[in-house]
């Protein structure tokens, strides 16, 4: 099992920054992506970013515009997501999630084993 814990959510005006942050605990050894999803109201999860737990290889991104970086600690046991020029349409609760399988497409929501409860983000305009 795998333990996930998000914290760094909060209220921001438009333009602000936010860092998320994801402490991963348990048998975090057998991961081998932790990535980013985000629900906004009314809206499907969608997939922000990920990252190979084996190397620092990183998956999406492309659609934020270099607004949003994700990473890890060298042990992979917290997982960040810096939020840079934020926008009223990012509000939504963000989740950490984990997964233990080999995919050619981290995106799917399916693939993950572990979520952890989200953090809420609200961009004000």
């Known amino acids: 099992q795998v333990q996930l814990e998000e914290s760094g959510g909060g209220l921001v005006q438009a333009g602000g920054s936010l860092r998320l942050s994801c402490a991963a605990s348990?048998?975090?050894?057998?991961?081998?992506?932790l990535a980013w999803f985000r629900r906004a109201p009314g809206k499907e999860r969608e997939f922000v970013s990920g990252?190979?737990?084996?190397?620092?290889?990183?998956f999406g991104g492309e659609s934020w515009e270099g607004r949003f970086t994700i990473s890890t600690n060298t042990e992979k046991t917290m997982l960040y997501l810096q939020m840079n020029d934020l926008r009223p349409e990012d509000t939504a609760a963000y989740y950490c999630?984990?997964?233990?399988?080999?995919?050619?497409?981290?995106?799917?929501?399916?693939?993950?084993?572990?979520w952890g409860q989200g953090t809420q983000v609200t961009v004000s305009s």
């Open positions: 999630a984990a997964t233990t399988y080999h995919a050619e497409d981290y995106s799917y929501d399916g693939l993950y084993d572990y």
């Open positions: 990252i190979s737990t084996i190397g620092d290889s990183v």
């Open positions: 348990g048998r975090t050894y057998g991961t081998r992506v």
